[in-house]
């Protein structure tokens, strides 16, 4: 089993940073990839951004592009979303995500494991 813990959401002004953890445990070597989705209130869950564990090739969604930067540490434990330009729309419940897959998705059914999520909000 694979347990992901995300940790990081805070209140924030908008324009500021902010930076998400996700750390896994249990048998992570047989993951692949992992990702961040956010989901807003009376909104859909959607993809962030994604990073396969072997080579560290990345995905992001195109309004987090240039903004939002997903990076992976060295023992390929835990997972870090560096959030920067901020704005209301950036609002809401952040996701861990992970699968086994070698391919980096990005639709939430295709994505297996799943933290608890970790709210952020920008205050305007």
């Known amino acids: 089993q694979v347990q992901l813990v995300e940790s990081g959401g805070v209140l924030v002004q908008a324009g500021g940073s902010l930076r998400l953890s996700c750390a896994a445990s249990?048998?992570?070597?047989?993951?692949?990839?992992m990702g961040w989705f956010r989901q807003a209130p009376g909104k859909e869950r959607e993809f962030v951004a994604a990073?396969?564990?072997?080579?560290?090739?990345?995905e992001y969604g195109d309004s987090v592009k240039g903004r939002f930067t997903i990076s992976i540490d060295k023992n390929r434990s835990t997972v870090e979303l560096q959030m920067n330009s901020l704005n209301s729309e950036d609002t809401g419940v952040y996701y861990c995500a992970a699968d086994r897959a070698y391919m980096i998705h990005t639709t939430a059914r295709d994505y297996n494991l799943w933290g608890q999520g970790t709210q952020v909000t920008v205050s305007p």
């Open positions: 990073i396969r564990l072997s080579d560290q090739n990345t």
């Open positions: 249990g048998r992570t070597l047989s993951l692949f990839t």
